[in-house]
């Protein structure tokens, strides 16, 4: 009797241990049929938007002079008057240097003397003329002589004249290169007049934009030298020829100088505005995922990712113009771009998209 309930023990305990092990090995096999549950990424996206972006162009540029001059002599001399100050505005006519006349002046009187001279044996002639008492050659000839009696005076004038130097143009004086005493001679600098009321620049763009250049177009210009600050301006002019080794077109943009900050030979980085596209797809340029040659994005759709080529026009920095591949309100994954993959789940935190404004867009 006491053998049957032994055996009736170990049969009990025989059955509880394949129940338990039973159970277990069903819920192994369930949770290998299941398979690893993937917990979503988190990303920031941005919704996809149709505006407008205008197209420009960067290019740098070196600023000259509207008009400048270096002066020089005409003839040599002796400085003996110097009539202005280095920086000084002057206009059309000033006197800035004056060379001793003594010899000139002297050479004019002589001249003038010899002219009155001749003209009165010219008046005597005529009137002996009509008695008949003189030839009429002998009056021709002193009206001749009359005649180049007028132009050595002329010549004497023009070179008492050219001993007093004047500026060309209205505009800035620059620095001296003479002193008083100074012998100059025909050629030598005096000093520089720059008019920089308006300043150009010159700089150049690829043959590709040429059937987008006009002139009036508006351009606009910064320097190290004044950060944050905009010169703007327009282009003034087009070279008519595109050069051959570089394959790019010269083109000469005109700024006003208020306050004449602007200085002749200083670099600048010029913007032109070439085109303004309007109702295009924008997206951020973050959102851009280069692979080789192409361009992709990450596109959220019903909680999950899609991976797609798209095709870009224009940009700014920070936006870019989608010509294919994303419509309008489609969620474009800015930041957590490399933790997902295509079909992959995510959480989206949606940020918005700082438009293009009105100009500084890079073709």
Excluded: C
Aim: aromatic content about 4%; cysteine-free; proline content about 5%.
């Amino acid at each position: 009797m006491r053998l049957a309930w032994q055996i009736a023990a170990v049969a009990a305990l025989t059955l509880a241990a394949g129940g338990i092990w039973y159970a277990a090995a069903g819920r192994q096999d369930t949770a290998q049929q299941s398979g690893p549950q993937i917990r979503p990424t988190a990303v920031v996206a941005a919704a996809a938007t149709t505006g407008d972006i205008p197209v420009t162009f960067d290019a740098i540029g070196t600023l000259r002079a509207n008009e400048a001059v270096t002066v020089t002599s005409k003839l040599a001399g002796i400085v003996s008057k110097i009539s202005f100050t280095e920086g000084q505005r002057v206009k059309t006519g000033d006197v800035l240097v004056e060379l001793d006349a003594t010899e000139a002046k002297a050479e004019l009187a002589v001249a003038e003397s010899q002219r009155r001279t001749v003209s009165q044996e010219l008046e005597r002639a005529i009137a002996l003329l009509g008695r008949q008492a003189v030839a009429q050659a002998r009056v021709d000839d002193l009206r001749v002589g009359l005649q180049g009696a007028e132009a050595q005076v002329n010549a004497a004038r023009a070179r008492l004249q050219d001993l007093t130097i004047r500026a060309p143009f209205a505009g800035v004086a620059g620095l001296r290169h003479v002193s008083p005493g100074t012998l100059v001679r025909p050629g030598d600098a005096v000093t520089t007049v720059d008019d920089i009321d308006t300043v150009k620049l010159d700089f150049s763009v690829p043959e590709a934009a040429l059937r987008r250049l006009a002139v009036g177009q508006p351009v606009a210009a910064r320097t190290a030298v004044f950060p944050g600050r905009a010169f703007t301006g327009v282009i003034g002019a087009v070279d008519t020829r595109i050069d051959p080794v570089t394959r790019t077109l010269t083109l000469v943009a005109e700024i006003p100088n208020d306050g004449f900050l602007l200085k002749p030979g200083l670099f600048m980085n010029v913007r032109l505005l070439l085109d303004e596209r309007k109702g295009v797809v924008l997206i951020p340029e973050e959102a851009l995922v280069p692979v080789g040659d192409r361009q992709y994005v990450f596109i959220v759709k019903d909680g999950r990712v899609e991976r797609r080529q798209v095709v870009i026009g224009a940009r700014q920095s920070g936006v870019v113009e989608a010509a294919e591949g994303v419509a309008d309100g489609e969620l474009v994954i800015t930041r957590g771009t490399q933790k997902v993959r295509e079909g992959s789940p995510v959480t989206v935190e949606i940020e918005p998209m700082r438009l293009p404004g009105p100009a500084g867009t890079q073709s």
